[in-house]
């Protein structure tokens, strides 16, 4: 049973678009999200995060929206470069009783920005 | 600035065989988590530790094993190797006193296994 989903294995946009990332989680539990980039034979490079009792974050061209009724979060990166070609994982955590923050992932999606 | 080691890169083995992957945390960072991505999949999340103790297990196999030494640095052992286990093996690290509202997990470039 997923419960980070990502509904879109890939995008492509123009450089200099919006894109837009989203991800679906089912898990009431989880109370951080962190989106994370990967290129290939590269580990994961965190990119932004949003907590629980927030339901936006912005961080340069990146800007991460929560909607916790929906159980949605959404990534938007403006204006888009194609040095943001990459998979983008979207990924939560809550806290274990053992005091561990392990992270949940989606399957990502393959981000292609088209110059 | 300093990031997640881990090594080696690339290791190949055969089935049976065992196998050590070790990372190398954040000076300072005091929490690792290791993680394994088949192809295609996303990364999954094997077992963590915090201050040397193990803190949480995932779907973690039996034939693995892993601890935290007192450098914080962690070792995952892999024994009697199946063709599954052909994946890319993840260590992140996070800090506990920088722990509040964020929990960024910091990851390594990754061991690619592959067994024959």
């Known amino acids: 049973d997923q419960q980070v989903k990502q509904n879109s294995p890939s995008l492509s946009v123009q450089e200099g678009r919006i894109s837009i990332l989203n991800c679906d989680y089912t898990?009431?539990?989880?109370?951080?999200f962190l989106w994370y980039k990967k290129y290939p034979a590269e580990g994961p490079t965190f990119l932004i995060s949003?907590?629980?009792?927030?339901d936006k974050n912005e961080d340069g061209r990146f800007t991460v929206f929560l909607n916790k009724s929906a159980k949605h979060l959404s990534l938007h990166i403006v204006p888009s470069q194609p040095g943001d070609s990459a998979v983008y994982f979207c990924?939560?955590?809550?806290?274990?009783?053992?005091?561990?923050?392990?992270?949940?992932f989606g399957k990502g999606t393959k981000l292609s920005v088209i110059p | 600035a300093a990031g997640v080691i881990q090594s080696p890169r690339h290791l190949i083995k055969e089935k049976r065989e065992t196998a050590t992957l070790k990372c190398y945390p954040i000076?300072?960072?005091?929490?690792v988590y290791w993680y394994q991505q088949g192809p295609g999949q996303d990364p999954q999340f094997l077992i963590s530790?915090?201050?040397?103790?193990?803190?949480d297990k995932g779907s973690i196999p039996d034939r693995f094993s892993a601890q935290q030494f007192s450098d914080y640095h962690s070792e995952l052992n892999m024994s009697s190797l199946e063709l599954g286990d052909s994946a890319l093996y993840f260590c992140?690290?996070?800090?506990?006193?920088?722990?509040?509202?964020?929990?960024?997990?910091?990851f390594g470039p990754g061991t690619r296994l592959t067994v024959l």
């Open positions: 992140a690290s996070s800090s506990e006193r920088e722990r509040g509202l964020d929990n960024e997990q910091f």
């Open positions: 898990n009431s539990m989880f109370d951080y």
């Open positions: 949003i907590s629980s009792i927030k």
């Open positions: 990924a939560a955590s809550a806290i274990s009783g053992a005091g561990s923050y392990q992270l949940t």
């Open positions: 000076p300072r960072h005091d929490t």
């Open positions: 530790f915090y201050e040397k103790m193990q803190s």
